[in-house]
């Protein structure tokens, strides 16, 4: 079966998952362990999951679920159409009552990207996107950085990896316009694609677990503004797929790839020392 490639039907369950989200300001949390590290999980991260999946079943009975917290069998993607959700990327900064936390859904056709939502409740972004129909934020066409070189970029961070002491000769020998530390995954994306960033740089030292929910959304947001979503070696991991990814990425502008990847290139050939 086949799907809409437009998720507008989904606009108002996300409109109610804004109103649970801010109607728990202090959520019930609790620990999983989740490839070999503790994860954070909050009762709204299964509420906000609970609320979508039965929109989805409501809309679209045959379709696949991939899902972080109840649904995580990677098989779904064999299926005709499938859904990857992330209920709350950023959990960690939304049970801290920070900002920087978004509600991921990504749809693929037979694994081929086909829809993408992304939901940032405190910025009251929604980023959409369908193939072939380009990437709005809040009904408005996205249109991504012109900027060409690193000294005139704004380039978006790991907040973890900039604040480490042997990263620090790296940073201050980068030559961009400004460094932003952005915490949690999506919100990187988000200042891309709202331009706030020029462009987003994760480095591949003591990289975090990314799984397919984690960018299913804001890889095919990006990729409809224009832009390119994949590993510092070179790899499209939007083309790729992965389930669990654990390098280092670049989200950019087509004008603004090479140069990061240039750099992340000059990373991996003169790593900084590390401490054990």
Same mark, same amino acid.
């Given at each position: 079966?086949?799907?809409?490639?437009?998720?507008?039907?989904?606009? %108002?369950?996300?409109?109610?998952?804004?109103?649970?989200?801010?109607?728990?300001?202090? %959520?019930?949390?609790?620990?999983?362990?989740?490839?070999?590290?503790?994860?954070?999980?909050?009762?709204?991260?299964?509420?906000?999951?609970?609320?979508?999946?039965?929109?989805?079943?409501?809309?679209? %009975?045959?379709?696949?679920?991939?899902?972080?917290?109840?649904?995580?069998?990677?098989?779904?993607?064999?299926?005709?159409?499938?859904?990857?959700?992330?209920?709350?990327?950023?959990?960690?900064?939304?049970?801290?009552?920070? +900002?920087?936390?978004?509600?991921?859904?990504?749809?693929?056709?037979?694994?081929?990207?086909?829809?993408?939502?992304?939901?940032?409740?405190?910025?009251?972004?929604?980023?959409?996107?369908?193939?072939?129909?380009?990437?709005?934020?809040?009904?408005?066409?996205?249109?991504?950085?012109?900027?060409?070189?690193?000294?005139?970029?704004?380039?978006?961070?790991?907040?973890?990896?900039?604040?480490?002491?042997?990263?620090? +000769?790296?940073?201050?020998?980068?030559?961009?316009?400004?460094?932003?530390?952005?915490?949690?995954?999506?919100?990187?994306?988000?200042?891309?694609?709202?331009?706030?960033?020029?462009?987003?740089?994760?480095?591949?030292?003591?990289?975090?677990?990314?799984?397919?929910?984690?960018?299913?959304?804001?890889?095919?947001?990006?990729?409809?503004?224009?832009?390119?979503?994949?590993?510092?070696?070179?790899?499209?991991?939007?083309?790729?797929?992965?389930?669990?990814?654990?390098?280092?990425?670049?989200?950019?502008?087509?004008?603004?790839?090479?140069?990061?990847?240039?750099?992340?290139?000059?990373?991996?050939?003169?790593?900084?020392?590390?401490?054990?």
């Amino acid at each position: 079966m086949t799907t809409s490639v437009s998720l507008e039907w989904l606009r %108002p369950e996300l409109d109610r998952c804004r109103a649970l989200i801010a109607e728990h300001k202090s %959520p019930k949390r609790w620990t999983k362990s989740e490839g070999g590290r503790n994860e954070l999980v909050t009762e709204i991260d299964v509420a906000v999951e609970r609320l979508l999946i039965n929109a989805i079943r409501q809309r679209v %009975p045959d379709a696949a679920i991939l899902s972080e917290e109840s649904n995580p069998d990677p098989s779904a993607l064999e299926q005709d159409t499938c859904f990857v959700i992330d209920p709350i990327d950023g959990t960690e900064e939304f049970a801290a009552g920070r +900002p920087g936390f978004g509600i991921s859904i990504g749809v693929f056709s037979r694994g081929r990207p086909a829809a993408a939502v992304l939901d940032m409740p405190a910025h009251d972004w929604r980023f959409e996107s369908a193939v072939g129909a380009g990437a709005r934020l809040n009904g408005e066409a996205i249109r991504l950085s012109p900027v060409g070189a690193l000294d005139k970029a704004r380039l978006a961070v790991s907040a973890t990896q900039y604040r480490m002491d042997s990263l620090r +000769p790296f940073w201050d020998g980068v030559g961009v316009a400004a460094l932003i530390p952005t915490p949690a995954f999506t919100p990187k994306f988000a200042a891309v694609l709202a331009a706030e960033c020029d462009a987003a740089l994760y480095l591949p030292i003591r990289p975090r677990r990314t799984a397919i929910w984690d960018y299913a959304a804001a890889a095919q947001l990006l990729s409809e503004a224009g832009g390119w979503f994949g590993a510092t070696n070179g790899t499209d991991l939007l083309e790729a797929l992965p389930v669990d990814f654990s390098g280092g990425w670049v989200a950019a502008p087509p004008t603004l790839c090479d140069p990061l990847l240039a750099l992340a290139q000059s990373f991996r050939d003169d790593p900084p020392s590390r401490a054990p």
